[in-house]
């Protein structure tokens, strides 16, 4: 009987010190050292592994910060917190980055939808199969691909187009890519200035698609003091590095599809010189 109980537990004990002293050795025989200050540098990080700063991970760029390859303030979520923060562990100043925000180059539909879209709920699927609902096929097609990817709630939809809420975005820049039509950027808060247009139609084709979409008319490049915008591809484009903000564009523009960090122009004769602007929240509000 002693020995019916005594034999298994002695097996049990032999293979369970075995199994202890191979898990020991592999340990130390596989022991990679990791850099204190890497994990410190990770610590920092908001840790959602973005892509923002161009690598995979947070751990990738916590370890190209800690071998110079990156610059400390490259994590755009992280933002003036974070920046500060690898600033004290590098024993560094770290100046952050100017903050951007998605910016959503489409107002939305202005004419009946040439069909009722029944599929999947899908801006790819949508696009590719039927250019979507809308007459306009180089717009938003409104089926929530960015608003699916965005982390931070800071996507809705207004007159079926995305609208990025600048106080909830973080430009982590996962919404960019989704976009089937590429009409969100990543915006500078300096750069106050906005088309929010991006169709390379015709003019005919915008007087028929869009009651406010770039007509190429050449307005705004006309009357712009500094010559800061040009037409590339049927659409006004801003050159930031020249533009003041003064917001001559927005008033003069024919469809109203040029803005000023919340501003459009009065409804006056384009002609004339307008008495004031009316503030108007766009595209997410006043910044």
């Not at 920046?83 to 951007?100: F, K, S, T, Y």
């Not at 899908?122 to 691909?145: F, I, P, Q, T, W």
Request: charged share 20%; hydrophobic share 35%; net charge negative.
């Amino acid at each position: 009987m002693f020995i019916e109980y005594i034999v298994p537990i002695g097996v049990f004990l032999f293979i369970g010190g075995a199994a202890g002293a191979a898990l020991t050795f592999a340990s130390r025989a596989l022991y990679v050292e990791t850099d204190e200050t890497v994990d410190k540098i990770l610590n920092c990080l908001p840790g959602i592994n973005c892509g923002a700063c161009g690598l995979s991970s947070c751990e990738a760029y916590a370890e190209a910060v800690k071998k110079g390859e990156n610059a400390p303030n490259m994590c755009k979520p992280g933002g003036l917190e974070t920046a500060q923060g690898i600033g004290e562990v590098l024993g560094i100043e770290v100046l952050p980055q100017e903050r951007e925000t998605a910016f959503v180059h489409c107002a939305g539909v202005t004419t009946e939808h040439k069909y009722i879209y029944v599929g999947t709920e899908s801006c790819v699927a949508a696009g590719r199969y039927y250019n979507g609902k809308g007459n306009c096929s180089k717009g938003c097609l409104g089926l929530g691909d960015c608003a699916s990817v965005c982390a931070y709630d800071a996507i809705s939809f207004q007159n079926n187009a995305a609208i990025i809420d600048p106080g909830k975005c973080w430009a982590c820049g996962m919404c960019v890519p989704v976009c089937p039509n590429n009409l969100i950027s990543l915006r500078k808060h300096s750069e106050r200035v906005k088309v929010i247009c991006s169709s390379p139609s015709t003019l005919k084709e915008t007087r028929e698609n869009c009651s406010h979409g770039c007509l190429g008319c050449g307005a705004c490049v006309k009357k712009c003091l500094r010559d800061a915008i040009k037409i590339e591809n049927n659409c006004a484009v801003i050159d930031y590095e020249i533009c003041k903000s003064c917001g001559v564009c927005a008033v003069i523009c024919p469809p109203k599809c040029i803005a000023v960090d919340g501003y459009k122009r009065a409804e006056a004769d384009s002609e004339k010189k307008p008495k004031e602007a009316i503030p108007v929240p766009l595209q997410g509000g006043d910044y």
